[in-house]
């Protein structure tokens, strides 16, 4: 049975507004390690912070994070 791929854009997003990981980081509360590696893929985020991300970056979750087939 596959096993489901949480794939993100919070790098991309992030860049795109001009923002530093230690940023983002201190916008939601968590270090900024916790950011990198999200976005390596290394880390998937609770459900809270996910929402967090989202909200900051004024998208829906589904936007942010996508769930892929492996």
Do not use: C
């Amino acid at each position: 049975m596959a096993h489901p791929i949480l794939e993100n854009r919070v790098r991309e997003v992030r860049t795109a507004r001009g923002l530093t990981q230690q940023d983002l980081a201190d916008a939601v509360g968590v270090s900024r390690q916790s950011i990198n590696s999200i976005e390596q893929g290394r880390y998937v985020p609770s459900l809270p912070l996910a929402l967090q991300l989202a909200r900051h970056f004024g998208l829906a979750t589904d936007d942010l994070f996508t769930l892929k087939e492996s």
